[in-house]
């Protein structure tokens, strides 16, 4: 399989734990962003990678989250002390072309269940 | 500011006619890109299609169409001889230099197949 996959796929934490998400981007992206999905809503932008350079942050991103992505290939994203709010789909997507027609491919995402 | 609308939230076809998902949008950058996706209940994200401010030309792709129209800033989708495997959510999305480069999803709507 050679798309992005994302581990877990599903996670259930009480609050105040930490949980760390998995990323593997198609082999021959450059580019990595994560993108964090509520219900009812769009995909909303956090963070992005070109190679392992974190680029940009959106102001979503809290102190408690982290990502990194140390060797320009994978990339792991941790919340600290989960709150009930971060329960939601957290995406990632790799693209290899900048530009305007720059097209994302996206993993299945991994559901955060923060009880 | 970017902004991407869709104020369709269910739509509903029969099989075989075509359906339009509308989306419209609100930038002020003098160059963009229109994209759209395609969400199954698997949650991941497909690109379907994509459409550059400057195409002259309306974007196809296979049973895909985006119905571009500069002036009135809409960038709907139409989806020919639609087919059961079409239901899913389906999200219009921006991308632009003064967003930083990053992509900005619509709410999304989803689309039921009847058979």
């Known amino acids: 399989d050679t798309g992005v996959s994302q581990d877990p796929r599903h996670k259930i934490t009480k609050r105040g734990q930490n949980v760390t998400f998995r990323c593997d981007p198609i082999?021959?992206?450059?580019?990595l962003y994560w993108y964090r999905q509520t219900l009812g809503q769009g995909p909303e932008f956090l963070t992005y990678?070109?190679?392992?350079?974190?680029?940009?942050k959106s102001r979503l991103l809290s102190d408690r989250f982290s990502a990194e992505r140390p060797k320009g290939s994978f990339s792991t994203l941790e919340i600290q002390r989960t709150e009930q709010g971060d329960s939601a789909m957290y995406l990632c997507?790799?693209?290899?072309?900048?530009?305007?027609?720059?097209?994302?491919?996206f993993g299945s995402g991994t559901q955060l269940s923060v009880l | 500011a970017q902004k991407i609308t869709q104020t369709q939230p269910g739509m509903f076809v029969q099989e075989k006619e075509a359906v339009t998902l509308d989306c419209t949008y609100d930038t002020s950058d003098p160059s963009y890109g229109l994209f759209w996706y395609k969400q199954p209940s698997s949650g991941e994200m497909i690109f379907l299609i994509y459409?550059?401010?400057?195409?002259?030309q309306n974007a196809t792709e296979g049973r895909y169409s985006l119905n571009f129209q500069k002036a009135r800033k809409s960038a709907n989708l139409v989806i020919s001889a639609s087919q059961l495997g079409d239901s899913a959510m389906y999200f219009c999305?921006?991308?632009?230099?003064?967003?930083?480069?990053?992509?900005?999803f619509g709410t999304g709507t989803s689309l039921t197949v009847i058979p």
């Open positions: 459409q550059g401010s400057y195409d002259q």
């Open positions: 990678f070109q190679n392992e350079a974190q680029l940009e």
């Open positions: 997507a790799s693209s290899s072309n900048r530009g305007d027609n720059e097209k994302l491919f």
């Open positions: 999305a921006m991308r632009g230099k003064s967003a930083g480069n990053q992509f900005y």
């Open positions: 082999s021959e992206h450059n580019r």
